[in-house]
């Protein structure tokens, strides 16, 4: 390549602006990109038996209280949600199949592609690690609960009881899985409902059972766009609601919808200093011309 | 001026007597004190600072009515958001006089600051009622900066703009300690320290509303928009104008016995000048609100209830005052400006309200309502800004000039 000075100049000057504007871009992309090799699991609710043997290990896991009524199907009467105590309920879904069985879905954190959780933290305290799970830093937490403000899925609950109070949430057991092991409500489910694997072959996976047993699933992926896409895919043969998966989640990931604002900002810091200089400049002079222009009156009105 | 003559001797008893006691004596000051606002004041406090220490001992649950689906009460939507927008005076009159060389505005300058000031410090009292473990606030600067968040960016900004406030004030203070040396100093330094002040609101006023870009689904489509950091910034601006008339009026009677009579102040004139900015602003505010509704083309919820509210907002407290701040204007009525001023502040909270709280989680059936313990606690804190702030003017150069500081920057 031929660099002549005016290009070295062009580059020179390309590369201080976008130094100003790519601290920001590379810092989100930081958060933002997924490795290939994330994991995920996938939720078959066709499968979902309703034992709620998840439920039980995850208590285990995370040294959680045991899960209330155990073995009781009364249990399903009311809706259930997660709260600083439990970290994944199963709920069972308004609908029945075309056969007349129950659905279940279990409900957890999504642990989204790109979470708005991660994004928004002013700490650090929620964080996107590659392999897949959003991991929470207890040591970081100031307690502003934006992360329960822009969660779609209402997932991260918060100890409003305690006095040092922390956010709450399923950690897609990070550390069974930096082990080596699978999350523990993965490895005990009895009906091979959740499967545990590479996001990637998990939504090739979902795609083929819905496409070679037609009719049989809604011809959906909840997840795999949902706020930008989360590691935990659902699919099912009734609509997603019935199982209180809520509707209607914007597609884009959630740290895009701030982007347009927050790269506003070098423009905003470069920009906006010179410009109001030049008007106090402005300003000025006006005053002194009028200054000038007065006295200049005075002195005729004198003569 | 010799300088030997302005200095006081800052610890001594007769220039403590003088500028702290109005000349009397600890006793008769102190019995000067016992006023009905006082006694209200006195009331709100001896209610308000047991709530507190009752919200760190006992913590958040057991003092607000927060829960797992509303997370943000009553010390964020009123405290923080409201009060940053109203605190927005500060950067609006600063600008408007030392940048835009409006010179007319210059007795309100002091006021409209002190204003601000007082406003952000109580921004971050609120907040550290508000946080979970406010002892971690430092952490976002140096130990784990969450450089990806708008928060990250609202709280430098807000940092750095506090410590813009408390420069801009200094003069007042340094005029009435007679430190003459640094209050020149810092007299050379004002134009940057506005220009770094105006830029550093222009960001974080914005930033506020770019909060809720991240709560599609959650915030009502008739309130939620990509373009809520402009609104939220150019709200401000109207804020600030509205605060200012306000503020000026209230403070105009409060504080007569405060005001030059060598230098007579026409507030009247002040107050047309500051409505024919608020018509402008409160129309193109209107405007890219409209822009707004259009872009999202969600006009079928107007027939809503929720669009009943959402009129009331945008018609009843931001074209209506506009319109007044014209005729006002038009008819040299500073009575109807002030109306007019008075309006828009509370359109601007409500507007606040309606994004952080009211029209947020619409949808959903646990709606939160504010303990009594949380409005207390905001009234206390309200509280502590009106004492602190009538404390200064009666003491400082706010309301009127240094005789030996006339003009000077």
Not at chain 1, 59 to 82: I, K, W, Y
Not at chain 1, 184 to 197: D, I, M, Q, R, Y
Not at chain 2, 24 to 46: E, G, H, K, Q, W
Not at chain 2, 236 to 245: E, N
């Amino acid at each position: 390549m031929k660099l002549n000075r005016r290009s070295l100049l062009k580059l020179a000057a390309a590369a201080g602006t976008a130094g100003v504007a790519g601290a920001a871009a590379t810092t989100r992309a930081s958060v933002l990109s997924a490795s290939k090799d994330a994991r995920g699991v996938l939720v078959d609710t066709t499968l979902c038996v309703g034992c709620r043997g998840c439920e039980a290990a995850c208590s285990e896991a995370n040294a959680l209280p045991d899960p209330e009524m155990p073995g009781d199907d009364a249990v399903f009467a009311a809706r259930r949600t997660t709260s600083p105590t439990v970290f994944t309920v199963v709920q069972k879904g308004t609908l029945k199949s075309a056969a007349g069985d129950d659905r279940y879905a279990k409900t957890q954190c999504m642990h989204c592609v790109a979470p708005a959780c991660a994004s928004g933290c002013v700490v650090k305290a929620l964080e996107k690690t590659p392999e897949g799970p959003v991991v929470y830093h207890t040591d970081r937490c100031l307690g502003c609960r934006y992360c329960m403000i822009v969660c779609p899925f209402g997932v991260p609950k918060y100890e409003y009881a305690s006095a040092a109070p922390l956010v709450k949430k399923c950690t897609f057991c990070a550390e069974r899985q930096k082990k080596g092991l699978a999350p523990a409500c993965t490895e005990v489910c009895p009906s091979g409902a959740l499967k545990f694997g590479r996001r990637a072959d998990l939504l090739e996976e979902a795609k083929t059972r819905i496409y070679t047993k037609p009719g049989a699933y809604v011809h959906k992926i909840y997840g795999e766009d949902e706020a930008g896409g989360t590691s935990w895919l659902y699919i099912s043969d009734v609509p997603f609601e019935s199982l209180a998966l809520p509707a209607g989640i914007e597609k884009k990931s959630y740290p895009e919808l701030a982007d347009g604002a927050l790269s506003a900002v070098p423009f905003v810091i470069t920009l906006w200093p010179p410009l109001l200089m030049g008007m106090y400049t402005f300003s000025k002079r006006r005053d002194e011309v009028a200054a000038q222009e007065g006295n200049g009156r005075q002195e005729e009105g004198h003569v | 001026m010799s300088e030997q003559a302005l200095k006081p001797a800052l610890f001594g008893g007769p220039w403590m007597r003088e500028n702290l006691f109005f000349g009397m004596s600890f006793r008769a000051y102190a019995r000067s004190l016992v006023t009905p606002a006082n006694a209200i004041a006195a009331v709100i406090l001896l209610a308000g600072i047991p709530t507190m220490i009752f919200r760190f001992w006992k913590g958040l649950g057991a003092a607000t009515n927060l829960s797992q689906t509303n997370p943000w009460g009553i010390w964020v939507a009123f405290d923080v958001v409201c009060g940053v927008a109203l605190a927005a005076g500060g950067y609006t009159v600063a600008c408007a006089v030392t940048i835009f060389g409006q010179k007319a505005y210059r007795p309100i300058l002091r006021p409209a600051i002190l204003t601000g000031f007082l406003g952000y410090a109580l921004v971050l009292f609120g907040l550290v009622v508000d946080l979970g473990q406010p002892w971690r606030l430092p952490y976002q600067f140096f130990l784990t900066p969450g450089t990806t968040a708008v928060m990250y960016e609202v709280g430098w900004c807000v940092f750095l703009y506090l410590m813009v406030l408390g420069l801009e004030f200094a003069p007042a203070a340094l005029e009435w300690l007679g430190l003459v040396k640094v209050r020149r100093l810092l007299g050379s330094l004002t134009i940057g320290i506005i220009v770094l002040g105006v830029t550093l609101s222009t960001l974080h006023q914005s930033s506020l509303g770019a909060f809720f870009l991240m709560t599609p689904g959650k915030l009502h489509p008739l309130w939620y928009s990509p373009f809520l950091p402009i609104f939220f910034f150019v709200s401000s601006i109207s804020a600030g104008i509205g605060m200012v008339i306000v503020e000026s009026a209230l403070s105009h009677r409060a504080f007569h016995d405060q005001l030059d009579p060598a230098a007579p102040v026409d507030l009247d004139k002040i107050t047309l000048g500051l409505a024919k900015g608020g018509a402008v602003v409160l129309f193109a505010y209107f405007f890219i609100r409209l822009q707004g509704l259009v872009a999202s083309g969600r006009f079928d919820l107007l027939a809503t209830g929720w669009g009943a509210w959402y009129l009331l907002e945008i018609l009843g407290f931001i074209l209506l005052p506009s319109l007044l701040f014209a005729f006002a204007a038009r008819r040299q009525s500073a009575r109807l400006a002030r109306v007019a001023g008075l309006l828009t502040v509370l359109g601007v909270v409500l507007n606040r309200f309606n994004v952080s709280l009211i029209a947020f989680n619409w949808n959903v059936a646990d709606r939160y309502v504010p303990s009594p313990g949380e409005i207390v606690t905001s009234l206390t804190i309200v509280t502590i800004g009106v004492l602190i702030f009538r404390w200064i003017v009666n003491r400082m150069p706010v309301v009127h000039e240094h005789p030996d500081w006339r003009g000077a920057h």
